[in-house]
């Protein structure tokens, strides 16, 4: 056989297997998409695709002698592999004030508990206000938490100015994934 043929043929059993493997049958009748990006069905070489279609993406064939035969997929439609929760977001977490910032530690502490049950990276601001109630200022911290996991983390002032005002420390009970 030649290497083309066995290219042909590697690529026929390594599409049968994405097919087993993502339920997709090899049967006439496609399913459409949803309108949500579903792709749905699968595709041969032999038929025509566009970005009109509601899996989105598009789809190219070469079949001239300078090219091997194979299709050219870009966008849209969903993935057949991969693990969902890798690529899941994670829900808020949840954020509790442990300590304010003052002169001898000008940051504030706070716990970052992410209860979900994938890894994040969520986006804490506290805000330092004096004893007017008033805002000094207002920092954000990225804090990486462990899935189920609570991480303390420190947000520093970085205002030398306003450290000897802080009265107060403020800030928002859910923090959101970055």
């Known amino acids: 056989m030649t290497s083309r043929g066995k290219t042909l043929e590697l690529t026929a059993v390594s599409a049968l297997v994405v ?9 006439r009748g496609h399913g459409g998409g949803s309108g949500d990006g579903d792709g749905g069905g699968c595709s ?14 598009s789809h190219r064939d070469y079949d001239d002698d300078d090219h091997d035969d194979h299709d050219d ?8 592999s991969g693990d969902p929760e890798a690529s899941a977001s994670p829900e ?9 910032a003052s002169e001898e530690t000008p940051y ?7 209860t979900d049950t ?19 200022v207002s920092r954000t911290e990225e804090v990486a938490v462990p ?3 609570t991480t303390p983390a420190r947000v520093p002032v970085d ?10 420390c403020d800030l928002d009970s859910s923090a959101p994934a970055s």
Do not use: M, R, W, Y
């Open 19 to 27: 097919l087993a493997l993502t339920g997709f049958s090899t049967g």
């Open 44 to 57: 041969s070489s032999s038929q025509n695709h566009d970005a009109s279609g509601s899996g989105g993406g």
């Open 73 to 80: 997929h870009d966008g849209g439609g969903s993935g057949g």
């Open 92 to 100: 808020d977490a949840t954020v509790t004030l442990v300590d304010c």
């Open 108 to 114: 504030a502490t706070v716990e970052v508990t992410n």
């Open 118 to 136: 994938v890894d994040g990276t969520f986006s804490v601001t506290v805000v330092f206000k004096d004893t007017a109630g008033d805002e000094l």
């Open 147 to 149: 899935a189920g996991g």
């Open 159 to 168: 205002d030398a100015e306003s450290v000897p005002l802080i009265d107060a």
